[in-house]
Nanobody, 123 residues
């Protein structure tokens, strides 16, 4: 079993930055993702990283070159560095995990484990 705990959310002005952290307890998984859900909208994948061997990362088009996902395998922490934040980035951000192959780790992956979410508000 994996428990995911997110932190780092908050309120920030447009153009500002935040860094989200996701601490995974229990057996680590090699495919980690960040998702977000805005009020009245479906949850969407923001960024995904395959953490085994050669790390691969994938990003939603709306956040490319603004957000960066990274992994500290020694600490079992997945980060989402968010720069140049926009009001449309306002959402609850969720961390997710699954053990899978590199080919199946991507924005369309059906993740198995989920955190409780952290609110990000950009004004």
């Amino acid at each position: 079993h994996v428990q995911l705990v997110e932190s780092g959310g908050g309120s920030v002005q447009a153009g500002g930055s935040l860094r989200l952290s996701c601490v995974a307890s229990g057996y680590s998984r090699n495919c980690m993702g960040w998702f977000r859900q805005a009020p009245g909208k479906e949850r969407e994948a923001v960024a995904v990283i395959y953490t085994s061997d050669y790390a691969m990362s994938y990003y939603h088009d709306s956040i490319k070159r603004r957000f960066t996902i990274s992994q500290d395998n020694a600490k079992n922490v997945t980060y989402l560095q968010m720069n140049s934040l926009k009001p449309e980035d306002t959402a609850v951000y969720y961390c997710a995990a699954i053990e899978t192959s590199r080919l199946l780790c991507g924005l369309g992956t059906a993740f198995r484990y989920w955190g409780q979410g952290t609110q990000v508000t950009v004004s």
